[in-house]
């Protein structure tokens, strides 16, 4: 896996933890939940 900042979306089966949800906003990354 690479840097965070390549990333534009996380699609995962489960939300992820908060520390993980908190680096996403901060980074920008959209979250979906399927």
Excluded: F, N
């Excluded at 979306?9 to 990354?29: E, W």
């Amino acid at each position: 896996m690479g840097p965070i900042t390549l990333i534009d979306c996380l699609v995962t089966d489960q939300p992820p933890v908060p520390a993980l949800q908190q680096l996403l906003i901060q980074h920008k990354i959209r979250l979906e939940v399927v």
